[in-house]
């Protein structure tokens, strides 16, 4: 929730609860005596025109600062996997949504005549190995020059090539997956024919799961690559991570920093493109723990609450939020221990001298 909605909020808690209280400027008109004769113990009476407050003792504790941002999940890598061999989709072994394993065949393109220029190409290999093996001999025996005897080993480098290039063209029909993940998109049906770099399967790994978002330039000093960080999905679930990367270019349009956070995505239970809340921990912080009802802004605009001095005289402090949680909002920027105006405070202007009424916490 934003600050600006946390203050409204705190303003009507605040106006509603102190007009439900009855704690209203006193006049020496509508102060009563305590007793039933008109010369009441003026002692016992609030100073007249002296507005009433209530307060409470806040002490500072020990608290995680976490700066909270917004982000998406993204895969941890993704790719669309592409033939390298023009031909016929002859088989498709996987369906959409199916989990694969690394070099897992996913599709097979027809082999044709591949298969006559693998044999052709071994045949081949077979006479060369048989011309230089004739070749060598005679060489030894003085019997053929070096010139024959170089020609033949390169007909039979030529045709070892040739063989590796037929072997690569049959293997090239096998199209496997980089890597572990999950099919997440088919582009051909059986039977179609595929030119060299047409994309089969989409793949994503979802084995580690990273959630970008974007730091303020206020912020940015404090964030770090290998800081821990915890995540919180909309539509639920938490993950535990770290920082793997902070942008040293800021986006011209917004001047904010992408960060991403890398979690381990066991089961694979997130899915990518998923709303999540970034906790990052930038540690122990003294703050004080307060409702929101309390908040109020000054003359400049600034967020804080007002508070009753030792002079019996309001003051107004500025406050930094750290955190809100269900049992109210952690803000730093206060004394170790405070008065703390908790009903009236809107009615009070600061410097002006107040009644408070001590409440329990």
Not at 11 to 34: D, K, M, N, R, T
Not at 122 to 149: G, H, I, P
Not at 276 to 292: C, E, M, T
Request: charged share 25%; aromatic share 4%; no cysteine.
């Amino acid at each position: 929730m934003s600050k600006s909605v946390w203050i409204a909020l705190g303003l009507l808690l605040g106006v509603s609860a102190w007009i439900g209280s009855g704690f209203l400027s006193q006049s020496e008109e509508s102060i009563a005596p305590l007793s039933g004769s008109d010369s009441g113990d003026l002692s016992l009476r609030p100073a007249a025109n002296i507005p009433t407050v209530q307060t409470r003792l806040a002490r500072a504790e020990d608290v995680d600062q976490v700066l909270g941002l917004m982000g998406v999940t993204a895969s941890n890598r993704s790719v669309e996997v592409d033939v390298q061999s023009k031909g016929i989709i002859a088989r498709l072994n996987v369906r959409t949504g199916a989990s694969v394993k690394k070099n897992e065949l996913l599709a097979t393109i027809g082999l044709e005549d591949r298969e006559f220029t693998l044999r052709e190409a071994r045949a081949v290999v077979k006479l060369r190995q048989s011309e230089f093996d004739a070749a060598l001999k005679l060489s030894k025996k003085n019997l053929q020059s070096e010139t024959e005897l170089t020609r033949a080993e390169t007909n039979l480098d030529s045709a070892r090539a040739s063989l590796k290039s037929a072997e690569l063209e049959i293997e090239r029909t096998q199209i496997r997956a980089p890597f572990g993940g999950v099919i997440e998109e088919r582009f051909v049906e059986i039977g179609d024919f595929v030119d060299v770099g047409h994309a089969v399967y989409k793949i994503i790994d979802l084995s580690k799961i990273k959630v970008q978002g974007q730091v303020s330039e206020y912020d940015i000093s404090t964030v770090k690559v290998g800081m821990p960080a915890s995540l919180t999905f909309l539509g639920g679930g938490n993950l535990e991570g770290i920082v793997t990367f902070v942008s040293k270019l800021s986006d011209s349009a917004t001047r904010t920093f992408k960060i991403e956070v890398t979690a381990p995505n066991k089961e694979l239970a997130i899915a990518s493109g998923r709303t999540a809340k970034i906790g990052l921990s930038l540690g122990l912080a003294r703050a004080h723990l307060l409702s929101p009802a309390v908040l109020t802004l000054d003359d400049q605009g600034r967020i804080g609450v007002k508070i009753v001095d030792a002079e019996d005289e309001v003051r107004f402090l500025p406050v930094e939020l750290i955190s809100d949680t269900p049992d109210g909002m952690w803000l730093s920027g206060l004394p170790e221990v405070v008065n703390l105006i908790t009903m009236g405070h809107e009615f009070v202007a600061v410097g002006q001298r107040v009644i408070s009424v001590p409440t329990s916490p």
